[in-house]
């Protein structure tokens, strides 16, 4: 008995043993784990007072707008507004007060940006293409018009071959004639022996054969050079008809980037108010609309339009410039026909928004005495400037108008032993006749508007009765 009674004791000091083992191992798991979390509460304590310094030290959340703004946002606790929340959203009010509603984000701002750099880089792109095609356009101008040169050196030379056979033949017949001349003769002569006669007849017969050898090898010379070169022209053509093909694709092309250039240039402007006893009148554009001094302008009516000889019923030139108004003075009008407000006024050379390019090329009267003026062609070159426009030397694509006087006048014929300065003002007319008639010719196939002088002097607004004035 008694020792069942000691073995149920020792069970219970066991079990009290187990038991207290187990609660000393959840208290020290608590107690690493309270240890543990302590230290992440110190940490997030301490990161917390960091940021609170870094938004307002501890003296200017007692007192101050600091101050103010914490108590007011701990009135409005409904609201869950912050401190932050009050500052940003007063920036925004002082912002929008600044630079107005539509300018009130950072973000809008880089939109805007963005746009027009990507405009920008649009245009960029397209001017790269334009000129991309106009080099394009013009490598295969100028390799057509050496092609061209080809043909008409290789027809040249063709023609020479066909010569040099015709000389050949008749030559041959010469020779023939000549031969069968001298057997007749020796036939006639009865004193010669029979002998002699056959051994000369046999002779010419001989030199006739070889002669007549001779000139159809070199006639099959010649015409197997012919043949060479008739080859050399068709390839040289069909070269040249696909390089017309290649500039009509790249011509489509630049039609479709490039502005299109009208026939009749379209009006710039219009009259404001006319002062008729003073001799003035005023116009709607001015300095921001790239307006000089000096400009001189053709006015039309507006109910009739610009007509296509660009005749107007006034003329004037610019005087004063001021931001978006400027002050002409009437050099020209018709009495019958008055300036009225409303009226359209226009320049061929001018234009607000791009500069217009220009081509110059033959003689030109611009007093309208009949009779070509020396520095006519300066004159007209002058009177673009003035009004905004520049001067091209070479004409091409990019061209926008050629303005063309009078053909200068075909030489007169002189004999080869004519002094040589004589000779060589002769060539030299002559040259610059071809140039006129290809410079014609060219601008018709790059479909280049073109001005002649009266048409071109109408539509800038000149006067000849200005010149005489002045």
């Known amino acids: 008995m008694a020792r069942v009674v000691q073995q149920r004791t020792n069970m219970t000091h ?33 990161e917390a007072e960091s940021n609170l310094a ?8 007692e007192r101050g707008d600091i101050a103010l703004l914490l108590r007011e946002v701990r009135k409005g606790k409904g609201r869950k507004q912050t401190v932050m929340g009050l500052l940003l959203e007063q920036r925004g009010a002082f912002i929008e007060t600044i ?30 293409e334009k000129i991309t095609l106009f080099d394009g356009v013009q490598l295969a101008v100028e390799r057509i018009e050496q092609l061209q040169g080809d043909v008409k050196d290789l027809q040249q030379a063709k023609a020479d071959l066909q010569s040099s056979i015709a000389a050949v033949q008749a030559k041959l017949d010469e020779e023939l004639g000549i031969a069968y ?45 012919i043949s060479q070169l008739s080859d ?66 053709s006015v039309y009516s507006s109910a009739i339009g610009i007509p296509p000889d660009g005749k107007g019923k006034a003329t004037l030139e610019v005087t004063t410039v001021n931001k978006d108004v400027s002050v002409c003075r009437i050099i020209t009008q018709d009495k019958s026909d008055p300036i009225l407000e409303g009226d359209l006024i226009s320049n061929a050379a001018y234009d607000p928004k791009r500069t217009y390019t220009f081509f110059v090329i033959g ?17 007209i070159k002058a009177l673009i400037r003035r009004s905004g426009g520049k ?49 014609e010719e060219k601008a018709g196939n790059m479909k280049i508007p073109v001005l ?8 800038i607004g000149y006067s000849p009765k200005r010149v005489l004035e002045e």
């Not at 003689?363 to 004159?379: H, I, N, P, T, Y």
């Not at 002649?452 to 539509?459: D, G, I």
């Open 232 to 297: 050399d022209i068709e390839k040289k053509v069909d070269e040249i008809g696909r390089g017309n093909e290649v500039i009509s694709q790249l011509t489509r092309r630049i039609d479709a980037l490039k502005p299109p250039v009208p026939e009749v240039p379209p009006a710039d402007g219009k009259i404001l108010k006319v002062q008729a006893q003073e001799g003035i009148c005023y116009i709607n554009l001015g300095f921001d609309d790239n307006l000089l001094a000096g400009t001189p302008f």
């Open 99 to 128: 630079a107005g509603p539509e300018r009130d984000t950072t973000f809008e701002i880089a939109r805007q940006k963005t746009d027009e750099a990507g405009r920008m880089i649009a245009e960029v792109l397209d001017e790269t």
């Open 54 to 61: 870094e938004l307002a030290s501890p003296r200017q959340r």
């Open 391 to 439: 001067i091209v030397t070479k004409l091409d694509l990019t061209t926008d108008y050629l303005v063309t006087g009078r053909i200068p006048p075909e030489p007169p014929a002189v004999s080869d032993d004519a002094e040589p300065q004589v000779l060589e003002a002769m060539r030299d007319l002559e040259r610059r006749r071809q140039e006129y008639e290809e410079i």
């Open 181 to 225: 001349d001298q057997l007749v003769e020796t036939q006639t002569e009865h004193e010669v022996p029979q002998q002699q006669l056959s051994d000369t007849q046999d002779r010419h017969e001989a030199q006739l054969t070889d002669a007549h050898s001779q000139a159809i090898a070199q006639v099959q010379g010649l015409e197997k050079r």
């Open 14 to 46: 066991l079990y009290l043993l187990i038991v207290m083992t187990f609660l000393f191992l959840i208290a020290t798991v608590l107690a690493v784990w309270l240890y543990l979390d302590g230290d992440k509460a110190k940490l997030a304590r301490n």
């Open 452 to 459: 002649n002088t009266h048409r071109f002097l109408a539509f």
């Open 363 to 379: 003689e030109f009267d611009l007093l309208d005495a009949g009779r070509m003026g020396v520095d006519g062609s300066d004159q």
